[in-house]
């Protein structure tokens, strides 16, 4: 079972089911004393919407932060920003972060 994690907006996500790279694009409030939900936008585009603080747990593998800040809008504009390379360099890192994970190397936050 994966680490009890808050996932954040920026964070980068393996996604087994799909065997895909996917980026943290919103976090949502669940009520007093829950941990945010969050939504996911994976590498080829496709939105997974949202997974609770439990599920994400169960289903998705952090990897660590892209340094992307993005403030949601809407899918439409989510569909816009991708296609525009909004995502592109997060996209990037995340690949970074995962190759460093299954290599077993250390990254240091900053990199």
Same mark, same amino acid.
């Given at each position: 079972?994966?680490?009890?994690?808050?996932?954040?907006?920026?964070?980068?996500?393996?996604?087994?089911r799909?065997?895909?790279?996917?980026?943290?694009?919103e976090?949502?409030?669940?009520?007093?004393?829950?941990?945010?939900? =969050?939504?996911? +936008?994976?590498?080829?585009?496709?939105?997974?919407?949202?997974?609770? @603080?439990?599920?994400?747990? %169960?289903? *998705?593998?952090?990897?660590g932060?892209?340094?992307?800040?993005?403030?949601?809008?809407? =899918?439409?504009? +989510?569909?816009?920003?991708?296609?525009?390379?909004?995502?592109?360099? @997060?996209?990037?890192?995340? %690949?970074? *972060?995962?190759?460093?994970?299954?290599?077993?190397?250390?990254?240091?936050?900053?990199?």
């Open positions: 079972m994966n680490k009890l994690q808050d996932l954040t907006i920026g964070d980068a996500i393996f996604y087994p799909e065997q895909a790279l996917g980026i943290i694009y976090t949502y409030s669940r009520g007093n004393n829950q941990r945010p939900g =969050v939504q996911v +936008l994976l590498s080829n585009g496709k939105d997974l919407s949202g997974f609770s @603080a439990e599920e994400a747990d %169960q289903f *998705l593998q952090p990897l932060h892209t340094g992307l800040s993005y403030q949601f809008q809407n =899918v439409t504009q +989510l569909a816009r920003d991708f296609e525009g390379g909004v995502f592109g360099q @997060a996209f990037h890192h995340a %690949q970074v *972060l995962r190759l460093a994970q299954s290599l077993n190397l250390p990254l240091s936050p900053t990199e």
